[in-house]
Nanobody, 126 residues
Framework: QVQLVESGGGLVQAGDSLRLSCAASGRPVNSYTMAWFRQTPGKEREYVAGITWNGGWTDYTDAVKGRFTISRDNTKSAVYLQMDSLKPEDTAVYYC???????????????????WGQGTQVTVSS
């Protein structure tokens, strides 16, 4: 089993930055794709960004390209999401996810990830 714990959310103004962290424990995660998703009330959980096991490939949804950066530190079993130039529409609960099966791609559907954190709230005021 893998446990994921997110941190770093908060209330900021439009244009500000936040850095989300996700700490993994339970078993080594350095072989697995990880991703960030977000969800607002009444909406489906949506893919934000993903990263392959060694950080060699990253991927972003169009809405955050050029503003968000995903990274990972396998020595710390952690993945990060640097969010710059935040917009009110970025307001959501952000979730860290891990795909527990080896894969060379970055899945973008929530049901392709077996492990999830509890989420951290990001609120961007205008």
């Amino acid at each position: 089993q893998v446990q994921l714990v997110e941190s770093g959310g908060g209330l900021v103004q439009a244009g500000d930055s936040l850095r989300l962290s996700c700490a993994a424990s339970g078993r080594p995660v350095n072989s697995y794709t990880m991703a960030w998703f977000r969800q607002t009330p009444g909406k489906e959980r949506e893919y934000v960004a993903g990263i392959t096991w060694n950080g060699g490939w990253t991927d972003y949804t169009d809405a955050v390209k050029g503003r968000f950066t995903i990274s990972r530190d396998n020595t710390k079993s952690a993945v990060y999401l640097q969010m710059d130039s935040l917009k009110p529409e970025d307001t959501a609960v952000y979730y860290c996810a891990l795909r527990g099966q080896l894969v060379v791609t970055i899945p973008i559907m929530p049901n392709e990830y077996e492990y999830w954190g509890q989420g951290t709230q990001v609120t961007v005021s205008s």
